[in-house]
């Protein structure tokens, strides 16, 4: 069992940086792939970013490629998104989620965090 809790979101302007957080508990983090996933008001969640057990291999939608760097320390238990260059289209609640093996699709995801709003204005 993994449980997960997101920090990090708010209000920025766009153009402006926000960094995420997603801290877990337990002794397996480091067996898990961590993704972010992001839902915007009447859209679907959508992928996007992953990282791997040790942090060697990161995955990333199109949309956020270039702007956004998911990183790890499993030594903290955390896994981060550093996010930068925003924009308004950015705004939505982002979710720290866990699997053991890469997954771009949500419905294969084992655990999920509670989410953190992000809002970006234009």
């Known amino acids: 069992q993994v449980q997960l809790v997101e920090s990090g979101g708010g209000l920025v302007q766009a153009g402006g940086s926000l960094r995420l957080f997603c801290a877990a508990n337990?002794?397996?983090?480091?067996?898990?792939?961590m993704a972010w996933f992001r839902q915007a008001p009447g859209k679907e969640r959508m992928f996007v970013a992953a990282?791997?057990?040790?942090?060697?291999?990161?995955y990333y939608a199109d949309s956020v490629k270039g702007r956004f760097t998911i990183s790890r320390d499993n030594a903290k238990n955390t896994v981060y998104l550093q996010m930068n260059s925003l924009k308004p289209e950015d705004t939505a609640v982002y979710y720290c989620?866990?699997?053991?093996?890469?997954?771009?699709?949500?419905?294969?995801?084992?655990?999920w965090g509670q989410g953190t709003q992000v809002t970006v204005s234009s």
């Open positions: 989620a866990a699997r053991k093996t890469y997954s771009p699709y949500e419905t294969s995801y084992d655990y």
């Open positions: 337990g002794r397996t983090f480091s067996s898990y792939f």
């Open positions: 990282i791997s057990w040790t942090g060697t291999n990161t």
